[in-house]
Structure formats: structure tokens, C-alpha cells
């Protein structure tokens, strides 16, 4: 028997799909959240700001990822260096008020929120916390926030804006343990987790995106495999997050990495879990 709501979410859906730039991911359980948003629960669509760096050298010739940077250069939306990755709400604003607005106008029960990678330090990148100092990191990360935050302020919507550390909460002992399940796999069958052909493109992107050298082989790889785990635990912890009120029913709502190398990544241990796709919508 369909039901008045089961034709809205039908028009809803369709409306989604006519504005997205690839297809839903996990489209049977968006279409269960857009029902459940209808009948009062909330959707919370969330993207991430990746905190910007730039590739240092120590004195003994170590590399690593210089967090500590001028944030208020970068929100002018002046780039440290070619690789800098500048925040969305600077380089992307107007796309995502579109975006937003366009969410808006379907009338459902929403939040938006924008997640700090704070964990691309902790987990990715730690040797660069021993050559900065954690509490200096720390300290530039809540500044970081601070700026997203008000960046925000013009946005259609109100925005939260959460550190993922701060986010995870008591779920960050089951993202520590997903990660080093992910990074055990890694390190002795990759394929086993992921296609090659992924992990190729993974290794290209790595390379492309942070400005690492042909010949830094072995840095890249390292990188590459942490980065692939911070992924998938996230795609776990988002299952246990969205059961929560304050992260109901969460959809990435993503607009900056469409890529099939970044969805992979992010689902390969939620199938090996059976716990489906993490939902993804991909609006232009």
C-alpha cells in the first residue's frame, strides 16, 4: 500500500537526483531517513573541512605536515603553497548556499553540519603532533573552527560545527579500534580490503595532494595507508553516530570528493561488517 508520505519521498528523491552530479549512495536507506525526516526525525547532512597544512622538513631531514599555520592568510583565501587545500565555506561558499537553499526548499526535517578533520592529525599524521607539539595543533584546530563557524554565519541554514574528535565522543575507542583493524589488513592484504586499482589511485592522490616526491615511496605508502584507515573507521562511526539524536539518520552530503577512490575507501569496512553503504548525496 502506498501511502502520502511514500509519494513524497518518491518526489523527494526524484527531486535529489534530478540536482546531483552522480547517483545516490545507500538510495534505500535515504529514501528510510527522508521517511523518517517526514515523520519528524531529523536528517543531518554533514561535510568536512579538512584543516590546512603544508608539507615541512625537520632539522635531521623528517617530513611532515606543518598544521600551525596563518589561518587568517587562508580565509583570505590566499594559498600557503600550490598543494594548499583552502576551506570549503572560502573556496566553495556560494556553491554550498546553493546547495543548502536547494535542501531547504524540500521541506524537510534537517540539520547541517560541518565536521573538522581534527583526526587527520591523531591518526594520519602523528609524527608531525611530535614535531609541533599536541597542544600547539590542538590550540590551531579550535581556531580553525572558530573561523568556520563564523564563515557559517551567512549560510541559508544554521550550521553546527563540531571538531570529529569532540563529535565521536565515547565512540572514539571504536574508531581507534576500526582503524587498526583496517591498518592490520593493509599492512598484509590490501587487496583484501580494497581493489588495486584503488589503492593505485589512492597512492597518485596522495602524492598529487600533499606534494610528496616520486622518490619519498616509502612516505607515500605510509600516508596512504592511514588515510585509507581514518576512512573506513569514519564510515563505521558514522553507523553508530546516526543513531544518536544529536547526529540523527547522518548522509554525507558530499560535494568534494565524488570521486570512486573516496567512496570505496569510506564503505570498504562497513560491507566487510555488513552494514551496508554510508549514504551519500552528490548535489552540483
Request: net charge positive.
Amino acid at each position: 500500500m502506498i501511502t502520502n508520505l511514500d509519494s513524497k519521498v518518491n518526489y523527494l528523491v526524484k527531486r535529489i537526483k534530478k540536482e546531483s552530479q552522480r547517483p545516490i549512495e545507500n538510495e534505500g536507506l535515504l529514501r528510510k531517513y527522508i521517511f523518517e525526516s517526514l515523520k519528524g526525525r531529523p536528517i543531518t547532512f554533514y561535510n568536512w573541512e579538512c584543516p590546512p597544512r603544508i608539507l615541512k622538513q625537520d632539522q635531521l631531514g623528517s617530513f611532515y605536515l606543518d598544521y600551525c599555520v596563518d589561518l587568517d592568510k587562508i580565509f583570505r583565501g590566499e594559498k600557503l603553497d600550490y598543494y594548499t587545500e583552502l576551506p570549503r565555506v572560502v573556496e566553495a561558499q556560494e556553491k554550498e548556499k546553493k546547495i543548502l537553499k536547494f535542501l531547504n526548499n524540500l521541506d524537510l526535517n534537517f540539520r547541517f553540519v560541518k565536521i573538522v578533520a581534527d583526526t587527520n592529525a591523531y591518526y594520519i599524521t602523528p609524527f608531525s603532533l611530535k614535531a609541533l607539539g599536541e597542544i600547539k595543533v590542538k590550540k590551531t584546530f579550535l581556531q580553525f573552527q572558530e573561523k568556520i563557524k563564523k564563515a557559517t554565519g551567512s549560510y541559508p541554514v544554521k550550521s553546527k560545527v563540531y571538531l570529529f574528535t569532540d563529535l565521536m565522543g565515547g565512540y572514539q575507542k571504536n574508531y581507534k579500534s576500526s582503524f587498526k583493524k583496517v591498518s592490520g589488513v593493509l599492512e598484509s592484504n590490501i587487496s583484501g580490503l580494497i581493489p588495486e586499482k584503488i589503492w593505485q589511485e589512492q597512492l597518485k592522490y596522495i602524492k598529487e595532494h600533499v606534494g610528496f616526491e616520486p622518490f619519498q615511496k616509502k612516505q607515500i605508502e605510509e600516508f596512504s595507508k592511514r588515510t585509507v584507515a581514518t576512512y573506513a573507521a569514519e564510515g563505521t562511526i558514522f553507523d553508530l553516530l546516526s543513531r544518536t539524536d544529536y547526529f540523527s539518520n547522518c548522509v554525507w552530503l558530499n560535494i568534494e570528493e565524488v570521486a570512486k577512490r573516496a567512496i570505496t575507501i569510506t564503505n570498504c569496512l562497513r560491507i566487510k561488517q555488513n552494514l551496508g553503504k554510508l549514504p551519500m548525496i552528490f548535489l552540483k
